[in-house]
T-cell receptor, first 114, second 108 residues
Framework: EAGVVQSPRYKIIEKKQPVAFWCNPISGHNTLYWYLQNLGQGPELLIRYENEEAVDDSQLPKDRFSAERLKGVDSTLKIQPAELGDSAVYLC????????????FGPGTRLLVL | RKEVEQDPGPFNVPEGATVAFNCTYSNSASQSFFWYRQDCRKEPKLLMSVYSSGNEDGRFTAQLNRASQYISLLIRDSKLSDSATYLCVAYQGGKLIFGQGTELSVKP
């Protein structure tokens, strides 16, 4: 069974440019998560979707970050404009449903903002 | 103060050693706890859940003390392949709260 797919795997951009990340969750998984992981830190939740509804976006910096999950499957996370401090790994995860279902992580997108 | 705190590490141990990781959490409302493993430049993967009664999976033993808000992971007879970062995780309010991770390096 295919795991969580993310693209691109690596992205280098200049500050103030926009960037977008794409995630395809495991088939049948209704809940999708976007996490941010800084070097030497654990992942931090940015947003959680249940189907197409964003049920927890309290940690998403809404001035520059946006996300969508059209049709309740694939999701994109966008940053516009990017800042130097946005350099990090952006991880997508999915689970069958919300609650204590195991979350499966994708390989992440490593972003470097110059 | 972080909601989930771990030993800073790194831990450098020889093969065959026993190593213990400690973790504390600040929110007593946390419902469940887990240990995740993250290899270098890879994604986190669930290692095991943590129960109050303690649970064991081969060489790995996890323990939870709710009164002290303390979680531990013990690895016995460590292998080279155990080298990774171990993340302590609390589940609360519908989301996972990760500690900063403790790096383990097992040497021959």
């Amino acid at each position: 069974e295919a795991g969580v797919v993310q693209s691109p795997r690596y992205k280098i951009i200049e500050k103030k440019q926009p960037v977008a990340f794409w995630c395809n969750p495991i088939s049948g998984h209704n809940t999708l998560y976007w996490y941010l992981q800084n070097l030497g830190q654990g992942p931090e939740l940015l947003i959680r979707y249940e189907n197409e509804e964003a049920v927890d976006d309290s940690q998403l910096p809404k001035d520059r970050f946006s996300a969508e999950r059209l049709k309740g499957v694939d999701s994109t996370l966008k940053i516009q404009p990017a800042e130097l401090g946005d350099s990090a790994v952006y991880l997508c995860a999915s689970s069958l449903s919300a609650g204590l279902e195991t979350q499966y992580f994708g390989p992440g997108t490593r972003l470097l903002v110059l | 103060r972080k909601e989930v705190e771990q030993d800073p590490g790194p831990f450098n141990v020889p093969e065959g050693a026993t190593v213990a990781f400690n973790c504390t959490y600040s929110n007593s409302a946390s419902q469940s706890f887990f240990w995740y493993r993250q290899d270098c430049r890879k994604e986190p993967k669930l290692l095991m859940s943590v129960y109050s009664s303690g649970n064991e999976d081969g060489r790995f033993t996890a323990q939870l003390n709710r009164a002290s808000q303390y979680i531990s992971l013990l690895i016995r007879d460590s292998k080279l392949s155990d080298s990774a970062t171990y993340l302590c995780v609390a589940y609360q309010g519908g989301k996972l709260i990760f500690g900063q991770g403790t790096e383990l390096s097992v040497k021959p």
